[in-house]
């Protein structure tokens, strides 16, 4: 029996089978799994699954987040990159673009690297995101930015790394993980919080979507610097 065919999801370089969403594999990275993903061909073409659970953009966008900046010349600014798993998909997505991957936990950069061997579309920089200034050099203005850092400065720190590296038309999400911003609050009060803080500070706030069942007390928010 042959596998059900996969439809394009609205947001370009993902494709979807009911609930699974699914990246096409990065060319020079075919059948290399970076967190037990299975594969699946279509028309001779190898595709990734991208579980929910285990990477928060693709709960995102099950929850459907609206379209944004993601195009396969995009570059990325990419922080807290942990070992790689979600921004090895974007990687797919970007196959002819850039991803500058920021990580500062060592045990977390070196499984990273074993993901960057073969995508050559990643640069990591083993470095601490609340500093910008130590890797202006390496990167330049980008099309999206995205955070997913625990943090109880995550949004100070996301603030600070759009401002340094958007342009106008520049997009970002930022994850936002509740319990590491003040936990005598609820998930919903610092939701509020960090949205308060960005229009505060001159941002859009034009999405917000919590991240259950996929994820417990997070929520995902597409934001864009007003001009």
């Given at each position: 029996?042959?596998?059900?065919?996969?439809?394009a999801?609205?947001?370009?370089?993902?494709?979807?089978?009911?609930?699974?969403?699914?990246?096409?594999?990065?060319?020079?990275?075919?059948?290399?799994?970076?967190?037990?993903?299975?594969?699946?061909?279509?028309?001779?073409?190898?595709?990734?699954?991208?579980?929910?659970?285990?990477?928060?953009?693709?709960?995102?966008?099950?929850?459907?987040?609206?379209?944004?900046?993601?195009?396969?010349?995009?570059?990325?600014l990419?922080l807290?990159?942990?070992?790689?798993?979600?921004?090895?998909?974007l990687?797919?997505?970007?196959?002819?673009?850039?991803?500058?991957?920021?990580?500062?936990?060592?045990?977390?950069?070196?499984?990273?690297?074993?993901?960057?061997?073969?995508r050559?579309?990643?640069?990591?920089?083993?470095?601490?995101?609340?500093?910008?200034?130590?890797?202006?050099?390496?990167?330049?203005?980008?099309?999206?930015?995205?955070?997913?850092?625990?943090?109880?400065?995550?949004?100070?720190?996301f603030?600070?790394?759009?401002?340094?590296?958007?342009?106008?038309?520049?997009?970002?999400?930022?994850?936002?993980?509740?319990?590491?911003?003040?936990?005598?609050?609820?998930?919903?009060?610092?939701?509020?919080?960090?949205?308060?803080?960005?229009?505060?500070?001159?941002?859009?706030?034009?999405?917000?979507?919590?991240?259950?069942?996929?994820?417990?007390?997070?929520?995902?928010?597409?934001?864009?610097?007003?001009?």
């Amino acid at each position: 029996m042959q596998p059900p065919t996969m439809k394009a999801s609205s947001q370009p370089g993902i494709w979807q089978d009911h609930k699974k969403l699914f990246t096409r594999t990065y060319p020079t990275a075919q059948g290399q799994q970076v967190y037990n993903e299975h594969f699946r061909t279509q028309k001779g073409k190898e595709y990734r699954s991208w579980n929910p659970y285990r990477s928060k953009l693709a709960a995102a966008l099950l929850k459907n987040i609206p379209p944004f900046n993601l195009t396969p010349t995009s570059h990325i600014l990419y922080l807290g990159a942990a070992t790689g798993t979600t921004v090895s998909h974007l990687s797919d997505i970007a196959s002819d673009g850039m991803i500058y991957a920021v990580e500062c936990a060592p045990m977390a950069m070196t499984k990273f690297l074993q993901v960057t061997k073969t995508r050559s579309n990643i640069i990591p920089l083993h470095q601490d995101a609340s500093h910008p200034d130590r890797y202006r050099a390496f990167v330049p203005q980008v099309d999206l930015i995205y955070q997913d850092i625990a943090q109880r400065q995550q949004a100070d720190i996301f603030m600070n790394n759009f401002n340094t590296f958007a342009k106008p038309e520049t997009q970002g999400i930022l994850m936002v993980k509740a319990r590491s911003i003040d936990v005598s609050l609820s998930p919903q009060q610092a939701y509020n919080q960090v949205e308060h803080t960005l229009i505060e500070n001159g941002f859009t706030v034009n999405a917000v979507k919590i991240l259950t069942p996929y994820d417990k007390d997070h929520a995902v928010f597409l934001v864009q610097k007003k001009t």
